[in-house]
């Protein structure tokens, strides 16, 4: 299966992608999830790294593991988006952050289907799309969200 590079084109050899101020949201458990993503990722890069080429269980356990956690990630951020009405009164952006989540999901699935029907997969193209998802779905989407809650929060206080 081949993988589209990501977004901002950043190499497999710039990870280990490392967790700074300019990543967080402002939302503590969207941050805190968000820095456990970035583990799961320089996870798999260490482990290829230092492994070479994975045997296939260990990929399909890799992609699994990042699967389950990217479920609950999605689903405490959707939670939040109806807490704070985040559909209510950022329809567009809500409808497209979901979307966002859906695609990158069916994306890893069908990565993990791949590779249980014996299917091979590029590890730079692997490693770049996952940084580069995170980076620009985190900069670019959760930011936003986190700025509504974050505007919620204050005008309740």
Known sequence: MTLNTGLLGMPADKLPIEWDASFATGVDEIDEQHQWLFRLVNDAH???????TPERATLIEI???????????FETE???MI????FKE???????????????ATKITAIQQALIEGGSVDKEQFLD???DWLIH?????????GAFIAA????VT
């Open 63 to 73: 992609v699994k593991g990042l699967q389950n956690y990217v479920v609950h990630h």
């Open 83 to 86: 807490k704070y009405a985040y």
């Open 46 to 52: 260490a482990y290829w790294q230092r492994d070479g």
């Open 152 to 155: 919620r929060r204050a005008a």
């Open 137 to 145: 779905h985190v900069k670019n989407t959760d930011q936003k969200l």
């Open 90 to 104: 950022e329809v567009g952006g809500a409808s497209s952050h979901c979307t966002q989540h859906r695609h990158f």
């Open 78 to 80: 959707e939670r939040l």
């Open 129 to 131: 799309y996952l940084s």
